[in-house]
């Protein structure tokens, strides 16, 4: 049995047995690839409405990105309110905030019917590296509160900072109750055993190498198949292993993240005084939290290739400590790494092939769009489509340059918008 990568996450993981490898020819209404929080929720939604679910994962529920992330429930997308209005209109960007910004909520509301244990903490706390960013960053919110009266969000100035985040380096920001943060390896096991309760059958170690999406779906496995009615791809960064067309749509990014020997509860609530998940806007972003254990976790840093650092801790303390001048030479105790899913415009991209349904290239946002995208998925399975097709309709184009050149022309953007976050 494979077990979870190293990481803080699965040293404090919930108890999850393991699953069974799926064997033989089954069949169910609907099958779902992938174990993360996206396939869980169009799962658990999926059972919940009367229909019967078979989740096949290739290796460990949560041992993807969704139980190796910084936990930071970012509302919203990747592109601001401001930014969705110059590209689609007022009513348009409203219906997309509308249902975007009601996932939070439904991430809360998720983990208190089903008792799951994965420390959730309320508020986010977004820095501005650059004053022009805070300029930036009070039109957002003026635009936020005229299409939703978004009564959640306030503006930090730069005097005030020291009540949200201990740092140098920042000059204001924003403040937003409707985010947080959550241990996000035990969501997704708690997400898991939910579905489980509510009918679904979960196949671990079960990886899809082929799948026919026309008539019936069938989904093939290296040692039986599944017959449904519906499909539900949910691999985000490794859906190019199941269809390279769908994979030519995200760029797989590896994002790496520390977490400190635990610090005193003074030195902890000196550190982050508002107890809230912290991101910047910078464009490779720093990210970092407190654990319920007073532990600071800090992501920061992107690398474009597969092969991890020979030393994740040294390659994030740099960062960690450019934040945090006073944590120089602090011990860390836990490092790793995972692959995220990136499109090229950073909008999630939804759609359907044939009877199945898919949704990927959270970009960072992750966390709160992606048990969105569950229930959506859901929704269409039953004929109401109207909110997944409002996300369909997103426009996505494939990374260009083919398989040889993509990945040089993604590495030669990226360099240049990190060279920009320095100047």
Known sequence: MTPHAPSYYAATANPFPAQPVSQGDLSADVVV???????????????????????????????????RNGGQMIPGMRWGAVELVDRFGTDHARRLLEVANAAGEQVRARIARHAIA??????????????????????????????????????????????YVASPVYHGGMIDKNGGHLHPLNYALGLARAAQAA???????????????SGPVVATTPHGRVTARHGVLACDAFMGELDAGLGRMTMPVANYNVATAPLSADQAKALIPSGAAVSDSKFVLNYYRL????????????KYSPTPPPDVAGFVRPYLEGVFPQLKGVGIDHAWGGMVGVTLNRLPHFGRI????????????????????????????????????????????PFPGGPLLRHPLYVAGMLWYALRDRL
């Open 33 to 67: 690839v992938g174990g993360g929080y996206t396939g869980l929720s169009a799962a658990l939604h999926a059972a919940e409405a009367g229909l019967s679910v078979i989740l096949l994962e290739g290796k460990r529920i949560g041992w993807g990105a969704s139980g």
């Open 118 to 163: 994965c420390d959730l903490r309320q508020g986010h706390f977004h820095a501005a590296a650059k004053p022009a960013h805070l300029e930036g960053m009070r039109r957002e919110l003026d635009c936020l509160n005229t299409l939703l009266d978004h009564g959640a969000a306030s503006i930090v100035s730069a005097g005030d900072v020291g009540d």
């Open 199 to 213: 009918g679904v059958r979960i196949f671990e170690q079960s990886p899809v190498t082929a799948i026919d999406h």
């Open 291 to 302: 654990s319920a254990d007073n532990r600071l976790i800090f992501g920061g840093g992107e």
């Open 354 to 397: 044939g009877q199945s349904f898919f949704a990927h290239g959270w970009s960072g946002h992750g966390v709160l769009l992606t048990t969105l995208a569950g229930q959506l998925i859901a929704e269409a399975m039953r004929g109401t489509a109207e909110r997944f097709d409002l996300f369909a309709a997103l426009p996505n184009r």
